[in-house]
């Protein structure tokens, strides 16, 4: 069964960092898609950042033009954690955060091909 729990959420002011931690379970050991979404009261739900990981190699990283160059996915295999660090934050960037997962590499940053989401940890940036 496949879980994953997001923390780290918090409020920062603008110009700061936060990093947020998706602990994932019951993926296995096989290629998949790690993937971190948000969503912003009356927005749609935006793909921030993805990571391919396959069995023996990480990567590549997908990040959308809004957060490339301000925030970095990555994971811990050890700890079966993936990361979103988020640094140079603005006000914008509020929303509650998700990690997301599915089988096989990655394609795209649509979340409709993302089958197993977390409960999602919220993200406030004051200006």
């Known amino acids: 069964q496949v879980q994953l729990v997001e923390s780290g959420g918090g409020s920062v002011q603008a110009g700061g960092s936060l990093r947020l931690s998706c602990a994932v379970s019951g993926v296995g050991y096989t290629t998949h898609c790690m993937g971190w979404f948000r969503q912003a009261p009356g927005e749609e739900r935006e793909g921030a950042a993805s990571?391919?990981?396959?069995?023996?190699?990480?990567?590549?990283?997908t990040y959308a033009d809004s957060v490339k160059g301000r925030f970095t996915i990555s994971q811990d295999n050890d700890s079966n954690t993936v990361y979103l660090q988020m640094d140079s934050l603005k006000p914008e960037d509020t929303a509650i955060y998700y990690c997301?997962?599915?089988?096989?590499?990655?394609?795209?940053?649509?979340?409709?091909?993302?089958?197993?989401w977390g409960q999602g940890t919220q993200v406030t940036v004051s200006s």
């Open positions: 997301a997962v599915h089988w096989g590499n990655c394609r795209t940053l649509r979340g409709t091909e993302f089958g197993y």
């Open positions: 990571l391919n990981i396959a069995v023996h190699n990480v990567g590549p990283t």
